[in-house]
């Protein structure tokens, strides 16, 4: 199968400031990508649509100017979490389709945790 | 949009027992995964079945969409089985995949 990276693989940080996060499909090009959000013992969210080239799409509810959104090139998507505070706490999860779009391949998660 | 239910939400095993899950959903699909979180948070991908049956291993999943439910069925289970099992159709506007609460599965030695 499809392997997607994430980098960092856990951030713990100050209230205030803003964490970049990395998605990378290693072995295939991706023009979208997906970034979820899962609290503790619930299920994953869709956040934001990531389009290369583009701009990223957002879920209702979701603030686009705090979790920005850039797909930079076909293998790379990045979401920054700016001015974070502790309710911004949470496992981050990006995905890719194959080539196909059948299939969707998960990244090892973000957990972020703010202070 | 649509709605994903799984049951049991709960499920504690003997290592080498057998157990199904079951995941309903509100809309037709053409497209669902089932996955494993493992403890460590990663989704690990089971099945793409949209329609039929297919197995791996110890692992067997079907999916009749026309009446919009899917089964994986878990053998012979042992403790490295242990975590969330999510059904995720792919019914989001942006072709996202839409999860379920997930079934926790505990395999105690």
């Known amino acids: 199968g499809a392997v997607v990276s994430q980098h960092p693989s856990r951030v713990i940080c100050k209230s205030g400031t803003s964490v970049k996060i990395e998605c990378r499909s290693l072995d295939f090009q991706a023009t979208t990508m997906f970034w979820y959000r899962q609290f503790p013992k619930q299920s994953l969210m869709l956040m934001a649509t990531s389009n290369e080239g583009s701009k990223a799409t957002y879920e209702q509810g979701v603030e686009k100017d705090k979790f920005l959104i850039n797909h930079a090139s076909l293998t790379l998507s990045t979401l920054t979490v700016t001015s974070a505070h502790p309710e911004d706490s949470s496992f981050y999860i990006c995905s890719a389709p194959d080539r196909t779009y059948n299939e969707q391949f998960f990244g090892p998660g973000t957990r972020l945790t703010v202070l | ?109």
């Open chain 2, 1 to 109: 949009g649509i709605q994903v239910e799984q049951s049991p939400p709960d499920l504690i095993l003997q290592e080498g027992a057998n157990s199904t899950l079951r995941c309903n959903f509100s809309d037709s699909v053409n497209n669902l995964q089932w996955f494993h979180q493992n403890p460590w948070g990663q989704l690990i991908n089971l099945f793409y079945i949209p329609s039929g049956t297919k197995q791996n291993g110890r692992l067997s999943a079907t999916t009749v969409a026309t009446e919009r439910y899917s089964l994986l069925y878990i053998s012979s289970s042992q403790t490295t089985d242990s975590g969330v099992y999510f059904c995720a159709p792919k019914g989001g506007s942006q072709g996202n995949l839409i999860f379920g609460k997930g079934t926790k599965l505990s395999v105690k030695p």
